[in-house]
T-cell receptor, first 114, second 114 residues
Framework: TQLLEQSPQFLSIQEGENLTVYCNSS?????LQWYRQEPGEGPVLLVT?????EVKKLKRLTFQFGDARKDSSLHITAAQPGDTGLYLC??????????????FGPGTRLSVLP | NAGVTQTPKFQVLKTGQSMTLQCAQD?????MSWYRQDPGMGLRLIHY???????DQGEVPNGYNVSRSTTEDFPLRLLSAAPSQTSVYFC?????????????FGPGTRLTVL
């Protein structure tokens, strides 16, 4: 059983469409990060959210942290082919046995077709 | 700055062979970690280090050893390779003094164990 679940697992859309992907858990996190990974490369950090209910915007990307700090969403407006990649969420659990390490979800693989 | 570098990029081993995956960073980061990435599983923490001379186990440490003799280098050793260790391995580093610990990832090593 994974600590973090992401949905959908795969998403294929046309350029210009909007989309939302989700990151959910039954655990509480002190902070949550979103990464994007392109084929053959390592993940690259997009944003960190730390306050329940927090909303952050990065150009066409909007990130929200749930009020209870158990879930997060990533919304992309007017998707472009350059948004194609694997989107990973990573949370820092408050649970003692995780120390200060982050746990990763399985990812949402997004494909934006021109 | 080169950031986080990993060698080799690709490796094929036979069951029972040993090898070392190299990781180096030039950002003077104290924290370094090794992850493995498998389809549908996200990134799972193998071992991590909070500074030279200090290492600790992550979620999936069995079959792997690490050492941290310098701040820059954090090699991962496979003692006796098994097919279950076929995966993509990522090294990451972060500055623990920075808020919310952005991790910088290397490009990965794709390992196949026959």
């Amino acid at each position: 059983t994974q600590l973090l679940e992401q949905s959908p697992q795969f998403l294929s859309i046309q350029e210009g469409e909007n989309l939302t992907v989700y990151c959910n858990s039954s655990s509480v996190f002190s902070s949550l990060q979103w990464y994007r990974q392109e084929p053959g490369e390592g993940p690259v950090l997009l944003v960190t959210v730390v306050t329940g209910g927090e909303v952050k915007k990065l150009k066409r990307l909007t990130f929200q942290f749930g009020d209870a700090r158990k879930d997060s969403s990533l919304h992309i407006t007017a998707a472009q082919p350059g948004d194609t990649g694997l989107y990973l969420c990573a949370g820092a659990p408050i649970l003692q046995n995780y120390g200060q390490n982050f746990v990763f979800g399985p990812g949402t693989r997004l494909s934006v077709l021109p | 700055n080169a950031g986080v570098t990993q060698t080799p990029k690709f490796q094929v081993l036979k069951t029972g062979q040993s090898m070392t995956l190299q990781c180096a960073q030039d950002m003077n980061h104290e924290y370094m970690s090794w992850y493995r990435q498998d389809p549908g599983m996200g990134l799972r923490l193998i071992h991590y280090s909070v500074g030279a001379g200090i290492t600790d186990q992550g979620e999936v440490p069995n079959g792997y050893n690490v050492s941290r003799s310098t701040t820059e280098d954090f090699p991962l050793r496979l003692l006796s390779a098994a097919p279950s260790q076929t995966s993509v391995y990522f090294c990451a580093s972060s500055d623990r003094d920075r808020t919310y610990n952005e991790q910088f990832f290397g490009p990965g090593t794709r390992l196949t164990v026959l």
